[in-house]
Nanobody, 128 residues
Framework: QVQLVESGGGLVPSGESLKLSCSTS????????VGWFRQAPGKEREHVAC????????FYARSLKARVTISRNNAINTVYLQLNNLQPEDTAVYHC?????????????????????WGQGALVTVSS
């Protein structure tokens, strides 16, 4: 499992946007599927979005697809998550993770459940 660092979180009012960044602390990301996940207090971690190693394929949680965009720039080992029209129910700690699994579907629906090296993440707090 590749160790990653998230940044870009903060406290924002409803309706505003944030762009989170995910970068490596070691190896390059260009051979990995990468996903964004979130966890609110008292809830299980859930998938938000995943992106293929070359950036051509994406997978989104159906409840968030209209408001989020995942993208990547392998030249600088960075994956982004654009969050638009934020709502209080989006309040959570957002984590990214990389995997050698071959598909975005695999990472976002199954493989992330076996990962246990989660960092501090980026806290997103949305006020009413």
């Amino acid at each position: 499992q590749v160790q990653l660092v998230e940044s870009g979180g903060g406290l924002v009012p409803s309706g505003e946007s944030l762009k989170l960044s995910c970068s490596t602390s070691g190896p390059t990301l260009d051979g990995y599927v990468v996903g964004w996940f979130r966890q609110a207090p008292g809830k299980e971690r859930e998938h938000v979005a995943c992106i293929s190693s070359d950036g051509t394929t994406t997978f989104y949680a159906r409840s968030l697809k209209a408001r989020v965009t995942i993208s990547r720039n392998n030249a600088i080992n960075t994956v982004y998550l654009q969050l638009n029209n934020l709502q209080p129910e989006d309040t959570a700690v957002y984590h990214c993770a990389a995997s050698a699994v071959p598909s975005v579907y695999s990472l976002c629906t199954q493989a992330y459940k076996s990962l246990d090296l989660w960092g501090q993440g980026a806290l997103v707090t949305v006020s009413s």
